[in-house]
């Protein structure tokens, strides 16, 4: 795939290669450098950063904001850019701040009822459930 932007690096395509490896899962800029720093290759968390941003812009990467005390959430596209138009959903325990990514047709329902009865068009990239997970509700 061609890049808009035209700026190619050593560490942009590695991060690709990368991204490539973990479509449709949610990582952090963390998650990244931690994968970098495990297998001997230093990648600054700044380049990181800056480059799945480009990414963002470029439509090969959706970026998720769940709150104000949680690390934006990243998640490679491809080329096909969510084509079936997927929902994804946020789930956050209460109790252990796990965070659960949800691609649920169902939660659709919701999506179309609120837009259809109310006018009121939701952003499920924003939308997040809180309760308590089912890790933590069993120790209780």
Known sequence: MAE??????KQREELMEYLETVPGVHITVNDVCDFFRQSGRNIGT???????ERMVDEGLVSK?????????????????????HQVCFHCKCEKCGKLIHMHC????????????????????????????????????
């Open 105 to 140: 047709d169902e939660l659709n329902g919701i999506r179309e009822h609120l837009s259809e009865h109310h006018g009121f068009k939701l952003n499920s990239m924003r939308t997040v459930f809180y309760g308590i997970c089912e890790e933590c509700d069993s120790k209780e």
């Open 4 to 9: 808009k932007s035209g700026y190619k690096t």
């Open 46 to 52: 700044t380049t990181v950063y800056r480059q799945l």
């Open 64 to 84: 998720y904001i769940i709150d104000g005390n949680s690390p934006a959430c990243f998640e490679y596209l491809g080329e096909h850019i969510h084509e079936d």
